[in-house]
């Protein structure tokens, strides 16, 4: 029988839970950071982890710092794909009420994510 299936799919393993520990590590000294009103330092830290897959990271982007409505759009729903409900929340109010307009506002993105969260 042919290990090494099992020895790849190991190290990965090991790869992800690493990567997910920096990340929350990440998240967590970033939130140190903005309590000491080190925004600058915390949205680097933010982004790090966002950049990382983190959707708390992404959430907290998108809702303690001054973004445009794309990227706040963009990290909201980031973070709604992967089961942030607050995310999932603000994504669907950014795709309805503050859309601008009629012609801004997308209900079929919006149903989407909501289904895939």
């Given at each position: ?12 393993l ?13 998240v967590?000294k970033a ?5 000491a009103?080190?925004k ?14 983190n ?13 445009s409505?794309e ?16 995310g ?10 503050r ?19």
């Amino acid at each position: 029988m042919n290990k090494t299936p099992h020895l790849v799919f190991l190290i990965v393993l090991a790869i992800a839970s690493s990567c997910s520990r920096s990340a929350e590590q990440l998240v967590a000294k970033a939130e140190k950071a903005y309590e000491a009103e080190d925004k600058e330092k915390s949205r680097e830290l933010y982004q790090k982890a966002a950049d990382m897959g983190n959707a708390e990271a992404h959430f907290s982007l998108a809702y303690k710092f001054p973004l445009s409505y794309e990227e706040s759009l963009y990290h909201f729903t980031e973070a709604a794909k992967q089961g942030h409900e607050e995310g999932l929340s603000h994504a669907l109010e950014y795709m309805f009420f503050r859309a601008g307009d009629l012609t801004t506002a997308n209900p079929a993105e919006a149903l989407e994510l909501y289904y895939l969260s």
